[in-house]
């Protein structure tokens, strides 16, 4: 797995999902006509602070942009991604 550099990118809580996860919209794509209105991530719930798990929360997301190789597994492409944090706006 190469990480490539970090990126913050402000979201905004859209729905909780089954599982432990929640629905976050990437706000730079809203209205762009891409990816059908906008790029939606799903991450873990518990990364999140109780107090901006709210729907229409916003924050920002910082990841590392991972670039998955060929020699690497599913479960290590899954723990990378799911490798993010949450940094109040």
């Known amino acids: 797995m190469i990480n490539r550099d970090t990126s913050r990118e402000p979201v905004r809580v859209i729905m909780h999902l089954n599982g432990g996860h929640t629905r976050v919209a990437l706000e730079r794509t809203f209205g762009l ?7 939606e991530w799903d991450i873990p719930t518990d990364i999140i602070p109780k107090h901006l798990r709210r729907i229409g929360s916003r924050f920002i997301l910082i990841s590392n942009n ?3 190789e060929e020699s690497d597994d599913i479960h290590t492409i899954r723990q990378t991604i799911a490798n993010v944090t949450v940094e109040k706006f």
């Open 33 to 39: 006509g891409l990816a059908d209105g906008g790029i």
């Open 66 to 68: 991972p670039k998955p």
